[in-house]
């Protein structure tokens, strides 16, 4: 079967690899029809690592995925073959306490597609277990299944955010995790959500969304703009979805006295924590590393009429094209959101 492989630091091709083979006891065999692109998949193109995650051999990429279910293990009921599905990349030891305590996504054993030495699903095929391979329904795409994955972030972001209804939220960055946090917090229960971004274009794929604010962070603050707008109070709930250091300068006063702040966005280096002003408007921290007990809701919310994924696809690949794909994702064109490559 075919697979993209990469094998070191701006080395990647489409290379025959042997076929997965039966899924064991518990897992299931998928043929892939869309994968998205990630920034993680780019980096360790580009760079060869990602942190401590080094890519020391060969690596098929991809982790955002969704496909068709063609062979089931034994115990495995609640799929069959011809089932669309989409996939949560993730997959913990079960016997590990971070799973006992419903932290999976922080298991240190967690088998993560594309993240060394695991391979990823920009393949024919894979298998996977079936505990983590979700049923799409009839209303969503293969595209929109792909998407799960990077909605599934701001699920989690929004969740642990603890979003009571008519809450006003603020989100840092209308990159793809901005967007998809934006979503969800709306439909979490936002009256309002303002998103800042440094790029017109790029907030201006949110234009007609009921409930979003755009804020152009090239002419105005947002914690100015957001303070005007409710009485000098401002937000409260905050989401830092950039990981860039300057936006950390303003972070600690943006929220409402007594709000949070969930950070989202992942920092290359160390930035500053101004501890004082934290602590004197009474902000409560939330992080967010991937996602857990999640991606089933994240499902069943963008089938609903509160969410539509599709228009956030910027263009799709066809597998030959790969390469192409990843040199227009380094291009940054700023109305691009998603692309996406098909394999069917």
Not at 259 to 266: H, K, N, S, T
Request: glycine share 12%; proline share 7%.
């Amino acid at each position: 079967m075919r697979a993209l492989m990469l094998h070191e630091k701006n080395r990647m091709s489409i290379e025959e690899v042997a076929p997965v083979g039966s899924p064991g006891p518990g897992q299931v065999r998928i043929a892939m029809h869309t994968v998205g692109i990630c920034a993680s998949d780019v980096h360790y193109w580009t760079d060869g690592k990602i942190g401590p995650f080094v890519v020391e051999a060969p690596m098929i990429l991809g982790h955002e995925g969704a496909g068709t279910v063609v062979e089931v293990g034994e115990g495995v009921t609640h799929l069959a073959a011809g089932d669309r599905v989409a996939m949560e990349p993730g997959v913990p030891d079960p016997t590990s306490r971070a799973v006992k305590e419903g932290n999976y996504n922080v298991d240190p054993g967690v088998q993560f597609w594309a993240t060394p030495p695991v391979h990823g699903c920009l393949a024919d095929e894979v298998i996977h277990s079936a505990a983590y391979t979700y049923k799409l329904p009839d209303s969503l795409s293969f595209a929109e299944g792909a998407l799960i994955e990077p909605f599934s972030v701001g699920m989690f972001a929004a969740t642990k955010a603890g979003i009571s209804p008519g809450d006003v939220a603020a989100v840092v960055g209308a990159g793809t995790i901005g967007i998809m946090t934006a979503l969800a917090a709306r439909a979490g229960g936002a009256s309002t959500v303002y998103i800042s971004d440094v790029l017109p274009q790029k907030l201006a794929l949110l234009d007609g969304l009921e409930g979003i604010v755009t804020v152009d962070a090239t002419k105005e603050d947002l914690g100015e703009r957001v303070r005007a707008e409710t009485g000098g109070w401002g937000p409260q709930v905050v989401f830092e979805a950039t990981g860039a250091a300057p936006a950390y300068r303003k972070l600690w006063e943006l929220p409402a006295p007594g709000g949070r702040i969930v950070l989202v966005g992942m920092p290359v280096d160390p930035v500053p924590f101004d501890i004082a002003t934290a602590q004197s408007r009474g902000i409560s921290l939330e992080t967010v590393f991937r996602y857990a007990n999640v991606y089933q809701k994240a499902i069943d919310l963008a089938a609903s009429d509160a969410v539509d994924l599709s228009r956030f696809v910027s263009e799709t690949f066809t597998f030959d094209d790969s390469v192409g794909a990843f040199e227009r994702f380094l291009e940054g064109r700023p109305t691009d959101v998603k692309l996406q490559i098909t394999l069917s």
